[in-house]
Structures are given as C-alpha cells and as structure tokens.
C-alpha cells in the first residue's frame, strides 16, 4: 500500500494514502461533500479487534449531529479489515438504513496501490468496457483491447466491470477480488496537478496508482432496517500468474454483469471472508462437471495438502436498538399496507364537522405512541391509492370526501384530506378547506389530546390547497400539543 511521506495525520484530515472510504457520495457526482465525510471523520470507534485464526479489525461509523449536517439520514457502517495467509488483505463495508426514511448513496474503497513508477505499470480486465474520462472530458468511451498503460494524470471509471482486475509492473502483480462493487476507478493526480498538493511528497506521484472498487453509476438505495455489503480482496502473485488468470477469464467470457456485481449474494460474501488457499473463491467449473482427470488431480491436491483452519467470517450482531428499529419498520409497513387497502372504506363522523355543511367523512384513524409526522408522511403515501366510489354509495352520504387519514399521536395531530374536483362532489364547492381542516382540529381538540392544552393548530403550506394526483386537491395539517394524560 502507498501512504504518502508528508500525509497529515489528525482529525478532518484525509490520508493521502492506504484505503480511504467515500460515503456516501463518490467525488462531487451529487450535492454532498466531495467523497463524503468519512474519509476524514473523527468519529470511527473500534467495534472488535481478533488475532485468530488471522488479525482482524472491526470499525463502526454511526449517524450523529455532525454527520447529520453533512447528510441527513440516520446509518450505521461496520468497515473490517482482514490480513488474510498467503499475501493477501480483504476489506468490507456494511452499511445499514437505521432510520424510518430510505436513504441513497454512492461509494468507494479509495485504494492506493505502490508501485515503483507508475509509467512502467499497466492495468488488466479493462478490455471492451465503457469508461468515463474526466481529463479527457469523454463519456461513454470504449476500452479497447490492450491493457491501459498509465501514462500521466489518469481519472476514469469504468461501468460494470468483471469481479478480477489486475495491476501489473515488471514481474510483480496485485489481483483485486471484488464483491458487491459493480464499477471500478483508475487514478493518479499526474505531474502537473501534484505540485498543488501539500500532502504529496516530490514526484510521489510517480509512486502510485489508485484502483477503486466503486458502486457509482448506479446508486445504492435502502429502504429502513435494510442493509448493503461490498468488499474486495488484494493479493500479491507473480505477474505470470495473474496474466494467465485474466487471458483465462476473457476467454471464458466470466465478466460479471453489473446486477450480479451490486447484488453481492451472501455466498460471495462468505467467500469473501474465507478465502481458499489462493486468497479467492474456488472457482467453479461451467458446465458443473470436472472431468475425471480433474477430479482424480483435486483429490491427489486435497490429500497432500495440510488442513488449515478457514478464518471465521465477521459478524456484526444487531444490537437491540437495531433490532427494535426493524421491528418498527416491519410495523409501519404494515400500517401503510393497512391504509392503502382500508382508507376511503370506513364510513367515520367526526364530531363538529356537520356544521361544515353536512359532510361525512370516509376515512382511517391511526394513532402512535410517539406522535411524530411520520404519520404524516405514510398518510400521503396512502394517499395515492385511489378513492373508493362505492364507500359513498354503502352511506348514503350527500357529500365525498375521497380519503382522508387523521392521525392522533401523544405530541401532535396529522390529517391530509383528498376532496375531489367540485363537479365530482356535491359538497365540496360549500366547502372552504383551509376552514374545514381548522373545524377538525378544534373539534378533536379535549378528546384525543391533553384537555387542557391550549395550543392553537400549526398548518404546513399555511392551510393551501395544492394539486392532487387525482385531478382534485388536499390540504394537510399538523398540529402541536402537550402529551396525552393516561388514566
């Protein structure tokens, strides 16, 4: 690995050198911070160290104040390191959605790789894939069939690469494995820029090569309590070696396609963790089938072969916030299940509100103990199931309301009302809906909440109506109050 001599050591400071992790945006490709925070985050704890059966450390990154300014969401990251026998080194990333709203991102392993001069090092598996270019300024160029030389300042990234990709210079070669990465970067700042750099020692440039096992082009997205694994593996092999594997590989026609790279099924993943004695999963045959000179030589192999312990792969336990976060989660979805199908369905009068001009009201009552605007946002959601003709009819009612969710929780009240265009309904043009959503909050007012608050209502949008996916408009509502007294 390349750890330049006058990289800088403390907090905020990126390491210019080693493995640094980009998340949850890669480069400036969003509106984050370029590369995320990570990379230079002072927050990174020490989750478990182990020496057995190979050394190992676990690191974990969890959402906080300071992040939170960065990027919005709440996440959990568990980065473990593994020296691995045989000249080899795995690295993994975890990244689990801890909060109750999905969360997208792109990310990279930021390696940097020695070499001797980067002008006598050449990278293979490139061959036929698309690539970006930003120092040429191309996009959605096409590699052509020789290995990519490193000439200069290079910064491309490659699209759906194959899980193998090798560096070479002279006769040594470093094959990187990856798991769950679809995409792949090769850089060097190259001369000119590198003077710019005070974290770069003179003509260190020369010294390097960074390849990035990347997921960039398409984005990685999460839903709550899910979580994403990517890893790779660096070893160290006579450049002869890694040349065959790669000719042998391309002629195979084995490339990953990009939906296998980013799905990083748990069996790649374990093997991951327990690499053979070559430092990467074994291989399997296409058709199925070895021949019997081939089964004969595997036994011959296995027999004269010391049996060597597998190192035990990491596993992060959930801890029981995490299990108590996916259990909420699960209850949510249900919820919203719930309302989608029953909204618009229950025939419910709310007290106070015939005086708005004889309406009753179709709708779903949902109350939850921390009475948060989650409500709110899961009641739009149901929102765009479509409203049920025949709930009018089963009333008898003169006026529909086409669904409407009201929410009760012990520290405020959520409503969104859908109201059809005026020719569809025969009482919404008496009605003014900023005034109407006004009537319900002081009609729930001394029942479902503390009756001595005295709080007056809080609107979003300041009441307005605003345009419906179904032709018509809704009108929402939050309003604040003291908890719920329980008898």
């Not at 490709?29 to 925070?37: C, S």
């Not at 052509?144 to 006769?171: F, H, N, Q």
């Not at 109201?419 to 909050?441: G, H, M, R």
Request: with cysteine; net charge negative.
């Amino acid at each position: 690995m390349f750890v330049s001599s006058k990289t800088v050591f403390g907090d905020g400071k990126a390491i210019r050198g080693g493995v640094p992790v980009c998340f949850p945006q890669f480069a400036a490709r969003g509106a984050y911070q370029k590369h995320g925070f990570c990379r230079n985050s002072a927050e990174w704890t020490v989750v478990r160290t182990s020496t057995e059966p190979y050394p190992c450390v676990v690191l974990g990154l969890t959402d906080s104040p300071a992040t939170k300014e960065l990027w919005p969401f709440a996440f959990k990251l568990r980065y473990s390191v593994t020296l691995d026998s045989d000249a080899s080194l795995s690295m993994s990333l975890a990244v689990m959605n801890s909060g109750d709203q999905p969360i997208e991102f792109t990310t990279a392993l930021h390696t940097y790789l020695a070499c001797a001069d980067m002008g006598g090092v050449t990278v293979h598996g490139l061959s036929g894939l698309k690539y970006d270019d930003s120092v040429a300024g191309v996009e959605a160029a096409v590699q052509d069939g020789a290995p990519l030389a490193l000439k200069g300042e290079v910064d491309r990234i490659y699209w759906e690469t194959p899980r193998s990709l090798y560096v070479v210079e002279g006769e040594r070669s470093i094959r990187m494995l990856k798991m769950g990465f679809p995409d792949a970067v090769v850089w060097n700042i190259g001369e000119a820029k590198a003077s710019t750099l005070a974290d770069l020692g003179s003509d260190e440039w020369k010294n390097y090569i960074c390849l990035e096992a990347a997921a960039i082009g398409k984005p990685v997205v999460l839903v709550p309590s899910a979580s994403w694994n990517g890893g790779q593996t660096l070893t160290v092999m006579p450049a002869k070696t890694a040349l065959a594997e790669c000719e042998k590989a391309a002629a195979e026609g084995s490339k990953a396609s990009a939906s296998e790279a980013a799905a990083a099924p748990p069996k790649v993943a374990k093997e991951a963790a327990m690499p053979n004695e070559k430092g990467a999963p074994a291989a399997e045959k296409k058709d199925g089938k070895p021949s019997p000179e081939e089964i004969e030589k595997m036994k011959a192999e296995k027999a004269a072969k010391p049996k060597e312990e597998k190192p035990k792969e990491v596993k992060v336990e959930p801890s029981a916030d995490d299990k108590a976060a996916k259990e909420a989660a699960k209850a949510k979805e249900k919820l919203l299940k719930t309302v989608i199908k029953e909204g618009g369905k229950k025939g419910v009068e709310i007290e106070g509100a015939a005086e708005m001009g004889g309406l009753d009201f179709f709708c779903t009552t949902i109350e939850s103990p921390e009475g948060d605007q989650a409500l709110l946002l899961t009641a739009m959601q149901a929102m765009n199931a479509d409203p049920d003709p025949l709930a009018e009819e089963r009333k008898g009612c003169s006026g529909f309301v086409g669904k409407m969710i009201f929410s009760a929780g012990t520290a405020q009240l959520a409503i969104v009302a859908y109201v059809p265009k005026p020719e569809s309904n025969k009482s919404s043009s008496k009605v003014d809906v900023t005034a109407w959503i006004q009537a319900v909050c002081a009609a729930v007012d001394g029942t479902v909440t503390n009756p001595k608050s005295d709080a007056p209502p809080q609107f979003i949008n300041e009441g307005k109506p605003f345009e419906c996916p179904h032709g018509g408009h809704f009108a929402e509502a939050v309003r604040a109050s003291a908890p719920r007294e329980i008898a």
